[in-house]
């Protein structure tokens, strides 16, 4: 029996992992609650730290997911079991019944502008919005289908109407339709089940759900939003007037033990509050904003530069230490005013017209419900239980975790970790005897094209009456009959509906077509479907051509159809134009080497090779030092009650014993050629080939420079701390910590994220051991985020004292080293007299990253840490194919964290190295060597490094696209001044023919 | 140099191409059209997959047969899909006002705009601006050559 694995939860950690394990050749069951996948990512309008368009990097992975040969999506569907073992599950799956059939629904939404229903409250938009009883959740749906909401259906409840069912011509509703059980065997299950938005009324002094004017995080996303409810109108919802002064309010449910609150930090609030503050600002003209937080915890990748924009470019009002006590309305104007305590703690209140309330995250009910289905533990918060060193596996063997249903996190962080968790899930299932990896679907061979005068066969689709109703169809198809080479010219109800498919098909081979045009909808959701039927038929399925007269035609022009049935002529002749010169393309196969190599023998090093070897492939270890291990070698402590010593040896005993890992100790990689499926790596004694490499070199901690660090014994790191400690060589009575040394200065502006919690685990070691011990830390923020609040308040109440100090005023050492510190609170200048101090040093990026990037081709930060290709989406990846990153390479980190990301790292390596072949895109660049004269212009545009001039002998250069880094961008065709650059898929002549098409009449 | 004007005929209405990169513009045009948002007819778009294939000789190449105004939209700066194809363009867009200018064509019959594939109010208004802006400037002078 062929095993899959079942993913939980669509959102964006379900997707990555469910597109990772198709990718490596598994199939995939990925269940969703609701009627669409996407989560919340899907409703967001905006991403930190880069401001990206959420929906335009989200979007083309939900659609990858939606037409993948090996992802079967069952939307709104819930796990209702799962019995067996690891590698051998039965799960039970409820799938509910949604009224429409989802093989006829083809999306139109004709029944959705027919139902009479209206005032439902829609949950996508957070009750924002109304919709109708039959709704499709959003435009970027998936899958794109209609559902009924059995609740406020009239026909349901009430047995009248039926609206839908007459209006819907391919007869797609069911009201008989029942709740279904599926059974599916899985090998194994990740959950990603998210977290759920917490509810902002158990803030009661905040008035939530009282005053109108305060809103939620998650609600503010979609009033911010271009495709929410207000159009991306920023508007109070009392009385649609642009709000002058807005106030954000951080920890709104997160790091209280109040009744309903959650002890620990949410993790991402501070930074999406600076988002929301930022894109308001960019939105509103002359509108002020303030930020009334605790701590600012801006302790990932480029948040500390963000955070510094959004003080210094767009004057927002950071207010430290302040904490809102309540929120008043004044009931006429529904004015706020909020009361709150400054940083010197000075009562105060300020008016504002809008209050957004950045809200915890709590953990998913969802989840909740399914530890409880399938067996699993959860921690005392109510997420799932995992440990530092499996932080994606839960209590029940063969199933993982992964995303905000762990802990509250980021969308960098969860992509990465639901890679890692693709790679436990797929373990289980690629190493079992038998099991072999997904055939690509099978298609009839190619019709031979090749000088064949160009025979077109056009079909214009209605698509029910959405192009119907607007533009002239039948006057469309009789026109596109007259054109050259046009055999036939047809007009159908819906062109993407299996009957039409099928038509195309049959008509392809009766008709000799060696072109296929089709007017509907977007190239960017049906151009799939349509080259698919081409390519079923035996045609190139780049002989295909989509002319767009429905969202950017018949939509847009509604109200004058005859002017709109002109235009859908126009680009009827325009795609006609195009097709006449199109070409059967083929995608490049290249040979991949099933092995991969990583760099730095560090635990995610190790963690990585690990990973790979489990599932049969061969890895390399290439070290710089003597032996295996890296910082973690240097590391004393306990985490969740084992000492990371001696995790650290099994691990080493693991790397050690594999049969499929070799390790390479001394060694440095002093070149690396080649690209994606087949590098070559010289290293001194060898030079390996392999398919993929990991970069995952480490960084180190900052070696101090001030306070008398390497002059006074009684001064130490937090390293040196633990290793004296380890020895019982530590007896300091009065101890302070002083925090951002190496960070946050002028030298490296950003933070290191770890040193906060290290200190307070470090003080919390010490106040345990001797309780009359009189600790002090000194520090601008304490960004202890997500669980290790504890550590905070664990540290507060064994007497830790803290002394905020501000960001431009260091503590000073005196020479009788007694200890000078501006404290915030006080307002003044307090002396301590240490007997030990020590130094939350920072950490900084390997030195090395300065000779690895170039031989790579990958980019680093200004901070010198490496450069994923996408900060959010593709934080593993780099733009290079084939090459990946992990742990401290990548940016500071915990070692739950890197652990976690290593094992991302070995995933998308074995998207790669799993699959003998790689397949490059069919749209790239090609030289004509004819007309090249290798003048170099192409070979800087390319992002991708794909380009080279090489000497072709006799002192002739020319430039050379290599396939397998191309990606079809065509950057370097619009920039070749002899056109001897050409883009697939996109020539110049195929698109002056369009030009032509256009303006001629 | 100024651009010579030309009668507008009261039947004339604008021709506009406008080039649209598949992962943000031409997306952000489709939200338009699945939003109902309604503009004025008078433009085409092509597709490609980055701002940066368009070929500034495409551009030269549709006033010289009859364009009036041509828009090139792409990605937000930031946002480019091949991560920075829209900065090239950018540049590209730059140099060429300036040709236009020395060919006594008005730069403003070209436009280069950034539209998200969540902005499909922006890219109305582009329309809808470009649109007016092109019925007032008339006719290109450039017909009268043909």
Redesign the interface.
């Known amino acids: 029996m062929e095993k899959s694995a079942l993913v939980i939860g669509g959102g964006i950690a379900g997707i990555q992992a469910s597109l990772d394990l198709a990718d490596r050749g598994i199939k995939v069951f990925l269940v969703e609650s609701e009627p669409t996948i996407g989560g919340k990512m899907a409703r967001l309008d905006k991403t930190f730290p880069t401001n990206d368009c959420s929906a335009c990097i989200l979007s083309p992975k939900m659609a990858d997911v939606g037409g993948h040969q090996n992802i079967t999506v069952l939307s709104y569907s819930e796990v209702l079991g799962l019995e067996g073992q690891p590698g051998n599950f039965k799960a039970k799956i409820l799938k509910k019944a949604r009224y429409v059939d989802e093989d006829k629904c083809t999306g139109c939404g004709d029944c959705v502008a027919k139902c009479p229903t209206k005032k439902i409250t829609d949950q996508f938009e957070f009750g924002l919005a109304t919709r109708k009883a039959i709704f499709i959740p959003h435009a970027q749906a998936v899958p794109r289908i209609a559902v009924i909401d059995p609740d406020y259906c009239r026909y349901l409840t009430e047995g009248k109407c039926g609206v839908c069912m007459k209006v819907c011509q391919r007869g797609a509703i069911n009201y008989e339709d029942k709740d279904k059980i599926l059974d599916l065997d899985v090998g194994a299950v990740i959950c990603a089940t998210g977290f759920d938005v917490w509810d902002a009324k158990i803030a009661s002094e905040y008035g939530y759900g009282r005053y109108p004017n305060v809103v939620n995080s998650m609600e503010y996303e979609r009033i911010m939003c271009a495709s929410g409810p207000l159009e991306g109108h920023i508007a109070r919802p009392s009385d649609g007037q642009t709000p002058k002064r807005i106030a954000f309010i951080q920890c709104v449910g997160s790091r209280s033990e109040k009744k309903g609150w959650k002890p620990y930090c949410s993790s991402v609030c501070c930074m999406y509050a600076i988002k929301q503050a930022i894109i308001g600002m960019e939105h509103l003209d002359g509108v002020s904003t303030d930020i009334f937080f605790m701590d600012i915890r801006s302790y990932g990748k480029e948040f500390e530069d963000y955070k510094i924009r959004a003080a210094e470019e767009y004057d927002i009002g950071l207010h430290q230490n302040a904490r809102v006590a309540s929120i008043d309305e004044n009931p006429i104007t529904n004015n706020l005013y909020l009361r709150y305590s400054d940083g010197s703690n000075e009562p105060a209140v300020k008016e504002f017209d809008l209050v957004v309330l950045s809200v915890a995250l709590n953990p998913s009910t969802m989840g909740q419900k399914l530890a409880g289905t399938l067996g699993f533990d959860l921690n005392k918060y109510g997420f799932c239980d995992t440990s530092t060193f499996a932080p994606l596996e839960t209590s029940r063997p063969g199933v993982f975790v992964t995303g905000a249903f762990a802990a509250p996190k980021d969308i960098p962080t969860s992509v990465a970790e639901a890679s890692g968790s693709a790679v436990k899930a797929g373990a289980l299932i690629a190493t079992q005897s038998g099991w072999e990896r997904a055939k690509p679907k099978e298609f009839p061979s190619e019709i031979d094209v090749e000088g064949q005068e160009p025979r077109i066969g056009f079909w214009v689709c209605s698509c029910g009456i959405n192009i119907g109703s607007t533009v002239d169809v039948d006057s469309v198809q009789e026109y596109a009959a007259g054109m050259d080479n046009v055999v036939l010219s047809r007009k159908t109800m819906y062109a993407c509906a299996q009957d039409t498919l099928e038509e195309i098909k049959e008509t392809i081979k009766a008709e000799n077509l060696n072109r296929v045009v089709v007017a509907s909808c977007t190239p960017r959701t049906h151009e799939p479907l349509f080259r698919n039927a081409c390519k079923e038929a035996g045609l190139n399925p780049y002989l295909f051509e989509l002319a767009n007269i429905r969202d950017q035609c018949s939509w847009i022009h509604m109200h004058e159809p005859e002017k709109a049935t002109k235009k859908a002529k126009d680009l009827v002749r325009m795609a006609l134009a195009k097709s006449r010169l199109l070409e059967p393309l083929d995608k490049g196969v290249l040979p991949v080497a099933g092995s991969a190599v990583v760099l730095g023998g560090g635990i995610a090093g190790m963690t990585s090779a690990l990973d790979i070897a489990s599932q049969g492939y061969d890895v390399h270890i290439v070290e710089k030092t003597g032996e295996l291990g890296g910082n973690a070698k240097r590391f004393h402590y306990m985490e969740d009650g084992k000492d990371v010593k001696s995790y650290l040896n099994d691990l080493i005993d693991k790397v050690r014993t594999s049969d499929k890992i070799t390790v390479h100790l001394n060694s440095e990689a002093e070149n690396i050629e080649g690209f994606v499926g087949a590098f070559k790596v010289k290293i001194p004694d060898a030079e390996i080939d392999v398919g993929s490499v990991i970069v995952a070199v480490g960084g180190y901690e900052y070696k101090p420079t001030e306070y008398k660090y390497g002059a006074d014994d009684r001064v130490m790191t937090i390293l040196d701390f633990e290793e004296k400690m380890a020895a019982n060589q530590f007896n300091g009575k009065n101890v302070a910590f002083i925090s951002c040394v190496g960070s946050r200065n002028d030298d490296a502006v950003y933070c290191s994220r770890v040193c906060c919690s290290s200190a307070l685990r470090s003080a919390i070691q010490i106040k345990e051991a001797d309780p009359e011990a009189n600790v002090f830390v000194l520090h601008k923020d304490i960004r202890t985020y997500g669980f290790r609040e504890e550590y905070y308040r664990r540290a507060s109440e064994l007497g830790v004292n803290f002394i905020r100090y501000p960001e431009d005023k260091e503590p000073v050492l005196n020479e009788d080293f007694t200890l000078m510190v501006n404290d915030t609170i006080l307002g003044d200048d307090v002396v301590l007299s240490p007997d030990a101090l020590i130094l939350n040093a920072g950490i900084r990026p390997n030195p090395d990253n300065e000779q690895i990037a170039p031989m790579l081709k990958i980019p680093l930060s200004k901070d010198g840490f490496f450069f994923e290709a996408h900060m959010k989406l593709r934080p593993v990846d780099f733009a290079t194919e084939g090459v990946f990153l992990a742990g401290l390479a990548h940016w500071p980190k915990f070692m739950d964290e890197s652990i976690a990301q290593a094992s991302g790292a070995a995933s998308r390596a074995l998207t790669i190295i799993s699959s003998p072949t790689y397949e490059t895109e069919g749209v790239i660049a090609a030289v004509n060597d004819d007309l090249c004269d290798g003048c170099g212009i192409c070979e800087g545009c390319c992002p991708y490094h794909a380009i080279t001039i090489d000497d072709i002998g006799g002192g002739h250069l020319r430039a050379n696209v290599n396939e397998g880094l191309c990606k079809g961008c065509g950057s370097c065709v619009g920039a070749c001044p002899s056109g001897a650059m050409e883009q697939k898929g996109f020539k110049g002549a195929q698109l002056y023919a369009m030009i032509k098409a256009a303006l001629e009449e | 140099m100024t651009e010579a004007t030309v009668s507008k005929t009261e039947e004339w209405e604008p ?1 506009i ?1 406008a080039f649209c990169c ?3 513009s ?2 952000g ?11 004025p ?1 008078h433009f ?7 701002s ?5 000789e ?1 551009i030269l ?2 006033y010289a ?3 009036d105004g041509v828009l090139v939209l792409g ?2 700066p ?2 480019c ?5 829209n900065y ?2 950018r540049r ?1 867009m730059a140099l060429l006002e300036i040709v236009l200018q020395q060919y006594g064509l008005n730069p403003d019959r070209l436009k280069v705009e950034w539209v ?7 890219f ?1 208004t582009t329309i809808v601006d470009f649109t007016e802006r092109i019925t007032e400037l008339g006719p290109s002078p450039l017909k009268e050559v043909q």
């Open positions: 021709k191409l598949n992962w943000c031409y997306a045009a489709d939200l338009a059209g699945v939003s109902r948002r309604q503009m007819p085409l778009v092509i597709r490609t997959m980055c940066a294939r368009v070929d500034p495409f190449d549709a047969k009859g364009a990605c937000h930031a946002d899909h091949y991560i920075g194809g090239r363009t590209r998200s594939a969540s902005e499909g109010e922006k109305q």
